[in-house]
């Protein structure tokens, strides 16, 4: 039996509509009902509907509880004897959505004109700090390489690209790599992820990775319950054990040793 490391940060990330927020909802279900570990999942698209694919709803952002905090600030309405950092820290644990699996973060969007940068530094010390009370951090990112340019995903330890069979995706993952290492930003493993492949496309993809140098570690189906699920409202987390999305997403966890 292999061991499972702790304390492990995964980003999910990719170029638009590749499937980003399915895997990372499977990876959740799979991953929470495989062994009883801590598991803090993050929402950092703020185009947000992660909650909704696994059913659930959220009301309040992080967005929306740092933008009351730069208003505050800017009224003066802090007690000097508070820290802001301590206050965002409070009003984050507040929006923390609790479930008897896993906890939910949704980031959402940044509120008002530019950025108040001291706010953004607690905000990645915070969110620093939280993910280190959890055994896993899995984070579904914002498309395309934004989120790698303001280093929203510096501790990142797994870094996952997904990539549909279009050329795009394929181009998407190789800038990921490239900006990645323009900016310095150095993950401990690198993972490709083919979405919507056959068996029979897999090989190819995996020749286009080896080119690009990002490790191929498996391909996921098209899966029709996958879209009969999203479109009756269903959550993705109760989809059925005989998916063949969850079957080949299983293996994927397992050979990046994430599995019991
Ligand atoms: N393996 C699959 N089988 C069937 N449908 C899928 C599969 N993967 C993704 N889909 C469907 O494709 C659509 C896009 O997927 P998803 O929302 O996960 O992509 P995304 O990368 O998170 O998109 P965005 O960039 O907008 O956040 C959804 O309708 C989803 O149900
Ligand atoms: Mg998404």
Do not use: W
């Not at 638009?16 to 895997?23: F, N, Q």
């Not at 995903?153 to 900006?179: C, H």
Request: aromatic share 4%.
């Amino acid at each position: 039996m292999t061991t499972v490391k702790t304390n492990v940060v995964i980003a999910v990330s990719g170029k638009g509509g590749v499937g980003k927020t399915t895997i990372t909802a499977l990876m959740v279900k799979l991953l929470s009902e495989a062994k009883q570990r801590s598991i803090l999942v993050i929402d950092a698209n703020p185009d947000s509907n992660l909650p909704e694919v696994m059913g659930m709803s959220v009301t309040k952002t992080v967005g929306m509880v740092t933008g009351d905090l730069k208003r505050a600030i800017e009224k003066s309405e802090i007690p000097p004897e508070i820290t802001k950092e301590s206050i965002l820290e409070s009003h984050i644990f507040e929006i923390l959505k609790e479930t008897p699996s896993f906890d939910l973060l949704v980031m959402g969007r940044g509120e008002g004109e530019g950025c108040y940068c001291p706010v953004n530094t607690f905000l990645t010390r915070i969110i620093d700090t939280l993910s280190k009370n959890y055994d896993l951090t899995i984070m579904d990112m914002a498309a395309g390489l934004e989120h790698l340019s303001r280093r929203t995903d510096r501790d990142v330890d797994i870094m996952i690209i997904v990539t549909d069979p279009s050329f795009m995706g394929l181009r998407t993952a190789k800038r990921i790599k490239e900006l990645a290492k323009e900016v310095h930003i150095d993950f401990k493993k690198l993972y490709l992820i083919g979405n919507r492949f056959t068996a029979k496309m897999e090989e190819e993809l995996k020749n286009e990775a080896k080119k690009i140098g990002i490790e191929l570690v498996g391909v996921v189906p098209h899966d029709d319950n996958i879209f009969e699920y999203n479109h009756a409202g269903k959550s993705l987390l109760n989809l059925s054990q005989g998916s063949t999305a969850l079957h080949s997403l299983r293996h994927i966890l397992e050979r990046m040793e994430l599995m019991p």
